[in-house]
């Protein structure tokens, strides 16, 4: 057998080393015999080698041949075989420890297997225990945790397979047991791109929680004396900093399902932090769900729960919160701020975020926290739209079931401009709302059958028809439910109710054109449009022409400053509640400001009411028109508004407007001309920087 070993490592000196020092060494390694429990004939074959290479090396001659051997690239040493695991002792000694347990290792492995019960046996076991845990100590010093665990994890299934040195292979397993820690640190820490291991050490943390019993270590467990309680906390916070949010809201969730109370208000904080940081309000609501049934002792949940009803834009709901908090220090912090209350929310909402929740994760950078731009996001106030439209139909609901529904609910303010054009299709109109590619045919008689079917219809009528509806697919579920077609292919149910269902649209639709076709005659033969002779015959192209002249007329006779009050005089909305007549007028300032600009005729002077980002829309569109040479008249009076929805940071108005839109040269010659009556329009404001702004429009609803 051949070692990576030279007879200077061997006895253990320097190759420049005298021939006294080399007789020093050779008598203090014979002194120091190891005493781990090796057998006397491996022992005597240890002084016997170390004899024969002070002679080498002491005898001038020798050690000259010696020195030119190696010189000219000669490595390793040659032993017999009854000298092998004397030399890998020394290999061991010299302090090659993880070269010692390669090869012995392989010594114990077929073919080379030492006879059951032998010396040779008993030698080479005890060595590899040695070896392997001198060898996790090495990796260790260098901070590679996983492979010193390898290290550990092999002795001790070697020692299992050769069934010998219980005590060793207890001492492997609780060096292993306390290096765990430190093996999953090194894991998680590596690149994110390290997939596997970064699996492996996720699973290695999250069977350590457990073993100690949550992260409170309520169990007794081995890790116990390796790290204690304190311990173990300042390690999570270190290895928290490893883990991505998703990663941290996965682990989280899991111990709470086995009944960790602090990984379930971590998972709060995990779940409000990655619905903040990627704008996922739904996380928001899942991260108070799971607060509010926690029952952590000390634990002032109220203003918690606070700053996730401002987030998601329940002012009156987060007010209530902080009011309700059991910190007096913080109530009264509350109630000596200067400014507004909702202003002091904010800012502990702010710092809450910044110092709490959007710290300790992999893939969030801690910065600023910027309030606004959440709540300016197109995305979130879409949700809150939609969560504001649910919370309202739930009322008017329950209103109605206990007949204490109010008609006044919602205020609506009518213009007297009355137009014979209703119902064009505006799905198809470009921002701002301007001019279709192509000018699609104007249904008249369309618009006439749903005026008459709405004045003449109660709802009573629908109410009525969707508990029908709900009757029958009741019913038709209670019929299916006993029937064989339930224990049928779940493809096949499919089929069948693809088929019963399209069968069903194919009725209604038959019969609601029949009924639609009997009421347009009736309607369009009582009630004319446009009065002419019985035996005259009017094309529709003239009836447009006729509806086009009739509306410019009424639009250019309005003045211009009905619109909206004079610009100098406008002022910022400010008011928490702001009145109907406060939007309509914004809204009318808005038309007038954006009207002049697009013709050429003034500056865009509207940062006091409208967004940042409705203002570079707005001059983005200009400079289209300045390229093509072309400018837009814009003639626009609203005709009816209603509000949809309205809290105190979030106001949706209705608008349906008389609009008429002419497109001229930059010489002055028309091009085209769009006349739109109605065109509706959703504007929706934001309170932002203490007063109201215009954030976002869209037309052609």
């Not at 207890?170 to 093996?183: I, Q, T, W």
């Amino acid at each position: 057998m051949e070692l990576p070993l030279d007879h200077f490592r061997l006895i253990g000196v320097s190759p420049s080393a005298t021939s006294e020092e080399i007789l020093r060494a050779f008598q203090l390694r014979l002194d120091k015999t190891p005493d781990e429990g090796f057998t006397y004939e491996v022992l005597t074959q240890r002084s016997e080698l170390l004899r024969l290479t002070a002679d080498l090396l002491t005898d001038p001659e020798s050690r000259r041949e010696y020195e030119n051997l190696l010189l000219n690239g000669t490595s390793g040493l040659e032993f017999s075989s009854n000298r092998e695991v004397a030399a890998l002792i020394l290999l061991w000694e010299s302090g090659s420890s993880k070269e010692a347990f390669k090869i012995t290792r392989k010594a114990l492995q077929p073919p080379q297997t030492p006879a059951l019960g032998s010396s040779r046996e008993a030698d080479l076991t005890l060595l590899a225990a040695l070896t392997a845990r001198d060898s996790a100590f090495q990796e260790q010093e260098l901070r590679s945790y996983s492979n010193a665990a390898d290290f550990l994890q092999e002795g001790i299934q070697l020692l299992q397979r050769m069934g010998k040195l219980g005590e060793r292979r207890k001492e492997l397993e609780e060096d292993l047991v306390a290096l765990l820690p430190y093996r999953i640190l090194d894991l998680l820490s590596r690149d994110l791109n390290d997939q596997e291991s970064h699996k492996k050490g996720l699973s290695m943390l999250e069977n350590l929680i457990i073993k100690r019993g949550g992260l409170e270590g309520s169990n007794k467990s081995e890790y116990g004396d390796y790290l204690n309680q304190q311990d173990f906390e300042a390690f999570f916070q270190q290895i928290k900093t490893y883990l991505t949010v998703q990663e941290q809201i996965d682990l989280f969730l899991e111990l709470q399902k086995r009944g960790s109370l602090e990984a379930g208000f971590l998972a709060f904080l995990s779940l409000t932090a990655i619905g903040f940081s990627r704008r996922k309000p739904e996380k928001l609501f899942e991260a108070r769900r799971i607060l509010k049934k926690l029952n952590l002792s000390g634990l002032d949940s109220m203003p918690l729960i606070g700053c996730l009803d401002l987030l998601l834009a329940d002012i009156d709901q987060a007010s209530a919160r902080f009011s309700s908090s059991s910190d007096e220090n913080l109530r009264d912090w509350l109630g000596n701020y200067q400014g507004n209350k909702l202003e002091a929310i904010c800012i502990f909402c702010k710092n809450w975020l910044e110092n709490d929740v959007l710290v300790g994760y992999r893939d969030i950078d801690s910065k600023e926290v910027d309030l606004d731009a959440w709540f300016e996001d197109r995305e979130i106030q879409e949700f809150i739209e939609k969560l504001e439209k649910k919370s309202n139909k739930t009322i008017i609901k329950s209103n109605f079931q206990n007949q204490q529904f109010k008609k006044d609910y919602s205020t609506k303010i009518t213009e007297d401009l009355n137009s014979p054009i209703d119902n064009i299709d505006e799905r198809r109109l470009p921002w701002p709302g301007g001019i279709k590619q192509e000018y699609e045919k104007l249904d008249i008689q369309e618009r006439k059958f749903n005026e008459e079917i709405f004045k003449n219809k109660s709802i009573e009528f629908y109410q009525y028809f969707i508990e029908k509806f709900a009757e029958l697919k009741f019913g038709f579920g209670e019929f299916l439910k006993g029937k064989e077609i339930i224990r049928s292919s779940p493809y096949l149910i499919y089929i069948y109710a693809f088929l019963i269902l399209f069968t069903f649209g194919i009725g209604i639709g038959f019969l609601r054109n029949n009924f639609k076709k009997s009421i347009q005659e009736k309607v369009v033969s009582e009630k004319p449009l446009i009065a002419i002779d019985e035996n005259q015959k009017v094309s529709e192209k003239d009836i447009i022409q006729e509806i086009k002249k009739d509306t410019l007329i009424k639009l250019k006779s309005l003045p211009e400053k009905s619109n909206a009050i004079n610009s100098s005089t406008f002022k910022e909305i400010t008011t928490a509640s702001p009145s109907l007549e406060d939007i309509r007028n914004l809204i009318n300032e808005w038309l007038r400001i954006k009207s002049n600009y697009l013709a050429g005729k003034s500056e865009l002077n509207l940062s006091k009411f409208v967004s940042n980002g409705l203002i570079d829309r707005t001059i983005e569109e200009r400079q289209k028109d300045i390229k093509k040479g072309i400018y837009k008249e814009i003639y626009s009076q609203i005709r009816k508004m209603d509000l949809e929805s309205q809290t105190s940071s979030r106001i949706v108005a209705l608008v349906e407007l008389n609009y008429l839109e002419r497109i001229v040269k930059s010489s002055g010659e028309f091009v085209n001309e769009t006349t739109l009556t109605p065109l509706k329009v959703k504007y929706i404001f934001g309170f932002s920087n203490k007063s109201w702004k215009l954030v976002d429009f869209v037309s052609g609803l």
